[in-house]
T-cell receptor, first 119, second 109 residues
Framework: GAVVSQHPSWVICKSGTSVKIECRSL??????MFWYRQFPKQSLMLMAT?????????EQGVEKDKFLINHASLTLSTLTVTSAHPEDSSFYIC???????????????FGPGTRLTVT | GQNIDQPTEMTATEGAIVQINCTYQ??????LFWYQQHAGEAPTFLSY????GLEEKGRFSSFLSRSKGYSYLLLKELQMKDSASYLC??????????FGAGTTVTVRA
């Protein structure tokens, strides 16, 4: 099946610094990738939709200047958390959408997630 | 906005059957997914329903009724490794997935 990787798997940073998280589709091309955030014991909340070669679309309430998304190629999207604060500590998960899969046109494959802790 | 409801927790005995219900009210409908998520890990795909009826995949089955805005995930012959959170997610008109809060299933010996 399709594999999505994320790097790093966990990161600790100091308040005020920036952190970059990479999401890669390893064996398929993904024109669309999604970034989610999950706080403890809560569900996944979509932050933004990343389309290759164009600007990301952010969900309501998500600061686009704080969460910078770059989808430079069909296999790589990056999320940069700028000027991180402790309240940004969360589990960040990306997913990549394939088309024409056996399940249907809209199956998403999830990366393993990145645990961010801001001290 | 989207509204997806599922129970918070369920407990069952090893070897038993558990049914996790999910009701939804969304802006359009393009399919319903069930995912399994173990603590600290990303969700893994279990099933996808876009037409009414039952989809069976080994020990897991998923049912959909679009007119009722209702789905369930049925886990049979429960094993200890099935202890996890189960997420119901709906693909709405904008082709974005909206997730329920998840149901934590605990399997006891």
């Amino acid at each position: 099946g399709a594999v999505v990787s994320q790097h790093p798997s966990w990161v600790i940073c100091k308040s005020g610094t920036s952190v970059k998280i990479e999401c890669r589709s390893l064996d398929f091309q993904a024109t669309t990738m999604f970034w989610y955030r999950q706080f403890p014991k809560q569900s996944l909340m979509l932050m933004a939709t990343s389309n290759e070669g164009s600007k990301a679309t952010y969900e309501q309430g998500v600061e686009k200047d704080k969460f910078l998304i770059n989808h430079a190629s069909l296999t790589l999207s990056t999320l940069t958390v700028t000027s991180a604060h402790p309240e940004d500590s969360s589990f960040y998960i990306c997913s990549a959408r394939t088309s024409g899969s056996s399940v249907g046109l809209e199956e998403q494959y999830f990366g393993p997630g990145t645990r961010l802790t801001v001290t | 906005g989207q509204n997806i409801d599922q129970p918070t927790e369920m407990t069952a005995t090893e070897g038993a059957i558990v049914q996790i219900n999910c009701t939804y009210q969304t802006s359009g409908f393009n399919g319903l997914f069930w995912y399994q998520q173990h603590a600290g890990e990303a969700p893994t795909f279990l099933s996808y329903n876009v037409l009414d009826g039952l989809e069976e995949k080994g020990r897991f089955s998923s049912f959909l009724s679009r007119s009722k805005g209702y789905s369930y995930l049925l886990l049979k012959e429960l094993q200890m490794k099935d202890s996890a959170s189960y997420l119901c997610a709906v693909l709405a008109n904008d082709y974005k997935l909206s997730f329920g809060a998840g149901t934590t299933v605990t399997v006891r010996a």
